[in-house]
């Protein structure tokens, strides 16, 4: 749980560094490196700052001190959720894990900060490390050279290589970053290993980290080292900077990476530097709600549905079935569709208020003949609200309903037109609709276990009378629901 130092590499997030600002200015001294960038895969500034009042042992809460100059780092902005910090006192940091930020003063962690982890001044770190890839172009030929690049560094050798985020310089890490020399290239280049060494030179007031690729052979003018024609030189694993004392929140703060090119004496030939720019991520926040749509749709006619040409045409809120025949079905169908992002998914339902009545007049029962349309039996006379069966014959007569999924993936339905299961043989399975007036509850016409992106059912309505049917207009109404779990 305690760790001195935490390393993490960026992935995919929303960062001002995928603008990279390295390589936009460049200096060329008397002898001079051309075409000259350095590439950093992350432009993250390192965090480090440190707790204040309100931080207490068992809270997810941290509280960072937000005086500037205090410490590097004095605001939250320049950290993301998921973030591994370490907190703490001394060489012992407790690894915890950004679980929110409420304010620029104020983040929340996991797990709850422990004993010894909570007191003022306790130093709060978030190490941001990045792989340099450094390209260029020779400007002469230099027979067994060396390239080196050099990057600012602390001037305590102990400061500059603890793996602890230096504010306003690199830090080299507690174990030597791997340097990738190029291929051989051109048959004039034989490059050894890679090297690194922490705070190595100094160049004025200002130490480096030095990087170093060597050669043998003849070298050449104008070999590049692009990444393309030959390799270029990557280093892995530096530690970004901690901000600076002038920095300012969405202004990066730049340094100066010089790269050389060395002769078999280890004098300096050429050299030229580059400015590199780190900065603080972009947070961006978006509030989701809990979102489901539910749609009833029309069907025209001649459209087929259910294995079934529809003989009539609805619209969302009717389905006209029309003069109904003595010996043949009318079919009708509606499609419905389902949107949500509830992770537990959603149910329809659907619930008659009634069988089919002449005038809309109720029809006390169940299968109720004479002024009303009865539910239909099915053939084998099982049918009901919660059981299907087949229904082709035609001597059968009364309403009812099928499905048809024609969603490719996702949604359940209890059952399709096509099914075989119990007294159905493939060809019109169907089922009654749960009728509220005979105390019947709500049946699920079809549903799914997650979210859910326009998922589409059609419903088909079937109807035929007997010859005793009295003469006159019938009505129902059906209310489907769509009920998502959140």
Same mark, same amino acid.
């Given at each position: 749980?305690?760790?001195?130092?935490?390393?993490?590499?960026?992935?995919?997030?929303?960062?001002?560094?995928?603008?990279?600002?390295?390589?936009?200015?460049?200096?060329?001294?008397?002898?001079?490196?051309?075409?000259?960038?350095?590439?950093?895969?992350?432009?993250?500034?390192?965090?480090?700052?440190?707790?204040?009042?309100?931080?207490?042992?068992?809270?997810?809460?941290?509280?960072? !001190?937000?005086?500037?100059?205090?410490?590097?780092?004095?605001?939250?902005?320049?950290?993301?959720?998921?973030?591994?910090?370490?907190?703490?006192?001394?060489?012992?940091?407790?690894?915890?894990?950004?679980?929110?930020?409420?304010?620029a003063?104020?983040?929340?962690?996991?797990?709850?900060?422990?004993?010894?982890?909570?007191?003022?001044?306790?130093?709060?770190?978030?190490?941001?490390?990045?792989?340099?890839?450094?390209?260029?172009?020779?400007?002469?030929?230099?027979?067994?050279?060396?390239?080196?690049?050099?990057?600012?560094? !602390?001037?305590?050798?102990?400061?500059?290589?603890d793996?602890?985020?230096?504010?306003?310089?690199?830090?080299?890490?507690?174990?030597?970053?791997?340097?990738?020399?190029?291929s051989?290239?051109?048959?004039?280049?034989?490059?050894?290993?890679?090297?690194?060494?922490?705070?190595?030179?100094?160049?004025?007031?200002?130490?480096?980290?030095s990087?170093?690729?060597?050669?043998?052979?003849?070298?050449?003018?104008?070999?590049?080292?692009?990444?393309?024609?030959?390799?270029?030189?990557?280093i892995?694993?530096?530690?970004?900077?901690?901000?600076?004392?002038?920095?300012?929140?969405?202004?990066?703060?730049t340094?100066?990476?010089?790269?050389?090119h060395?002769?078999?004496?280890?004098?300096?030939?050429?050299?030229?530097?580059?400015?590199?720019?780190?900065?603080?991520?972009?947070?961006v926040?978006?509030?989701?709600?809990?979102?489901?749509?539910?749609?009833?749709?029309?069907?025209?006619?001649?459209i087929?549905a259910?294995?079934?040409?529809?003989?009539?045409?609805?619209t969302a809120?009717?389905?006209?079935?029309?003069?109904?025949?003595?010996?043949?079905?009318?079919?009708?169908?509606?499609?419905?569709?389902?949107?949500?992002?509830?992770a537990?998914?959603?149910?329809?339902?659907?619930?008659?208020?009634?069988?089919?009545?002449?005038?809309?007049?109720?029809?006390?029962?169940?299968?109720?003949?004479?002024?009303?349309i009865?539910?239909?039996?099915?053939?084998?006379?099982?049918?009901?609200?919660?059981?299907?069966?087949?229904?082709?014959?035609?001597?059968?007569?009364?309403?009812?309903?099928?499905?048809?999924?024609?969603?490719?993936?996702?949604?359940?339905?209890?059952?399709?037109?096509?099914?075989?299961?119990?007294?159905?043989?493939?060809?019109?399975?169907?089922?009654?609709?749960?009728?509220? !007036?005979?105390?019947?509850?709500?049946?699920?016409?079809?549903?799914?276990?997650?979210?859910?992106?326009?998922?589409?059912?059609?419903?088909?309505?079937?109807?035929?009378?007997?010859?005793?049917?009295?003469?006159?207009?019938?009505?129902?109404?059906?209310?489907?629901?769509?009920?998502?779990?959140?």
């Open positions: 749980m305690k760790k001195k130092f935490i390393q993490k590499s960026l992935i995919l997030t929303f960062l001002i560094s995928s603008m990279f600002i390295g390589g936009i200015y460049q200096r060329s001294q008397s002898a001079s490196l051309s075409s000259v960038s350095a590439t950093s895969s992350n432009s993250r500034l390192s965090f480090k700052g440190a707790l204040t009042t309100g931080s207490t042992t068992g809270s997810s809460q941290v509280f960072l !001190e937000t005086t500037t100059g205090d410490y590097p780092s004095t605001t939250s902005a320049q950290l993301l959720i998921d973030d591994t910090v370490a907190i703490g006192n001394g060489d012992s940091l407790g690894a915890y894990t950004v679980t929110s930020i409420d304010s003063g104020v983040f929340n962690i996991t797990p709850v900060l422990l004993a010894g982890d909570a007191d003022d001044d306790d130093v709060v770190i978030s190490t941001q490390s990045a792989t340099q890839t450094i390209r260029f172009t020779t400007a002469n030929a230099i027979a067994n050279g060396t390239f080196r690049i050099l990057v600012p560094s !602390e001037s305590s050798d102990t400061d500059a290589a793996g602890i985020p230096d504010a306003g310089q690199f830090d080299f890490g507690n174990a030597a970053p791997t340097v990738t020399c190029p051989n290239a051109d048959g004039t280049y034989d490059f050894v290993a890679g090297a690194a060494t922490a705070s190595a030179v100094t160049i004025g007031s200002q130490d480096y980290h990087y170093v690729c060597a050669y043998s052979g003849t070298g050449a003018i104008s070999s590049p080292f692009d990444g393309s024609t030959n390799d270029a030189i990557t892995n694993s530096i530690i970004n900077p901690a901000p600076k004392t002038t920095h300012s929140t969405g202004s990066a703060d340094y100066k990476i010089i790269v050389q060395l002769d078999s004496t280890f004098t300096v030939r050429d050299s030229t530097s580059v400015s590199v720019g780190v900065i603080e991520a972009v947070r926040t978006a509030s989701v709600a809990p979102q489901i749509t539910f749609q009833i749709s029309g069907i025209a006619s001649g087929t259910c294995g079934q040409l529809t003989d009539v045409t609805t809120a009717a389905v006209p079935l029309g003069e109904l025949s003595i010996s043949a079905f009318t079919d009708a169908a509606q499609a419905l569709s389902v949107s949500t992002n509830a537990n998914g959603y149910v329809v339902t659907a619930l008659a208020n009634d069988q089919m009545g002449r005038d809309a007049n109720a029809c006390a029962g169940d299968n109720i003949g004479g002024d009303c009865p539910d239909s039996r099915g053939d084998t006379d099982t049918m009901t609200h919660a059981v299907e069966d087949e229904w082709v014959t035609t001597a059968i007569k009364g309403f009812g309903f099928s499905l048809d999924n024609v969603n490719t993936t996702g949604l359940t339905a209890p059952f399709e037109y096509d099914s075989t299961a119990g007294g159905c043989s493939g060809v019109y399975c169907a089922r009654q609709f749960a009728d509220r !007036e005979d105390s019947q509850t709500a049946q699920t016409v079809f549903s799914n276990s997650t979210v859910a992106d326009t998922h589409n059912l059609y419903v088909c309505y079937r109807a035929i009378i007997s010859a005793t049917q009295t003469a006159g207009e019938y009505e129902n109404d059906i209310t489907y629901t769509a009920t998502a779990t959140f």
